[in-house]
């Protein structure tokens, strides 16, 4: 089992900033994909962004790519979702995951409102 809980939600203004961090519970967070999906009431979860277990690959939506950056700290147990330039439409619930074969564990969400 692998409990996630996010946290650095909250409202900022058009073309700030925001750092999202996620704690992962567990001694074998670095076999864990991670990433982060986001979420609009009525609309299905989307893909954000995922990092490999070292940290040394990254993988990005097209709507954040340029203004979002993935990261981790292993040694921490700990990944986090850099976001500048933000957008009124990147306003969501954004969702922590880790992935390893068939597991996959979610975090509990942390909102993020962007006002224009």
């Known amino acids: 089992q692998v409990q996630l809980v996010e946290s650095g939600g909250g409202l900022v203004q058009a073309g700030g900033s925001l750092r999202l961090s996620c704690a992962a519970s567990?001694?074998?967070?670095?076999?864990?994909?991670m990433a982060w999906f986001r979420q609009v009431p009525g609309k299905e979860r989307e893909f954000v962004a995922a990092?490999?277990?070292?940290?040394?690959?990254?993988n990005y939506a097209d709507s954040v790519k340029g203004r979002f950056t993935v990261s981790r700290d292993n040694a921490e147990d700990s990944v986090y979702l850099q976001m500048n330039n933000l957008k009124p439409e990147d306003t969501a619930v954004y969702y922590c995951s880790a992935r390893r074969d068939q597991d996959n564990y979610w975090g509990q969400g942390t909102q993020v409102t962007v006002s224009s």
């Open positions: 990092i490999s277990g070292t940290g040394a690959t990254t």
């Open positions: 567990g001694r074998t967070f670095s076999s864990y994909v």
